[in-house]
Nanobody, 121 residues
Framework: QVQLVESGGGLVQAGGSLGLSCAAS????????MAWYRQAPGKQQELVAA???????NYAASVKGRFTISRDNFANTVYLQMNSLKPEDTAVYYC???????????????WGKGTLVTVSS
C-alpha cells in the first residue's frame, strides 16, 4: 500500500530556514509529479511548489525565490527547502504525489498527513 510520510516541520524564527522531506513508500513504478501544498488556519489550501519527473518546477508567487523544491526519483522522495521564512508561511504543509503508478495504483494521487511549520515573528 502506498504511503506518503512528511518530516521536517517545526518552529523557526522569521528569517530562518527549514527543510521538509516526503518519502513515498510501497510498490511504486513511477510518479509523474510531486508537490507541496499548505493550509494556514482559516485559509484555503494552496499550492506551494511542484516538480515533475523531469525536474520541471513551479512555485507559488509568494514563495518564489525563497523556497526550493527538489526530488529524488529513485527514492520517491520530494524535498522543500524553505529560506527567509515569514510568519505568513505558518501552515500545515502537505505532500502530494500526482499520477502515481505502482502495485494497486494506476495514475492515482496520494496525500501525506501533513507537517506543521510555525514561523514566529
Amino acid at each position: 500500500q502506498v504511503q506518503l510520510v512528511e518530516s521536517g516541520g517545526g518552529l523557526v524564527q522569521a528569517g530562518g530556514s527549514l527543510g521538509l522531506s516526503c518519502a513515498a513508500s510501497g510498490s511504486i513504478f513511477s510518479i509523474n509529479a510531486m508537490a507541496w501544498y499548505r493550509q494556514a488556519p482559516g485559509k484555503q489550501q494552496e499550492l506551494v511548489a511542484a516538480i515533475t519527473s523531469d525536474s520541471t518546477t513551479n512555485y507559488a508567487a509568494s514563495v518564489k525565490g525563497r523556497f526550493t523544491i527538489s526530488r529524488d526519483n529513485f527514492a520517491n522522495t520530494v524535498y522543500l527547502q524553505m529560506n527567509s521564512l515569514k510568519p505568513e508561511d505558518t501552515a500545515v504543509y502537505y505532500c502530494k504525489a500526482e499520477g502515481l503508478y505502482g502495485s494497486g495504483a494506476w495514475g492515482l494521487d496520494f496525500w501525506g498527513k501533513g507537517t506543521l511549520v510555525t514561523v514566529s515573528s
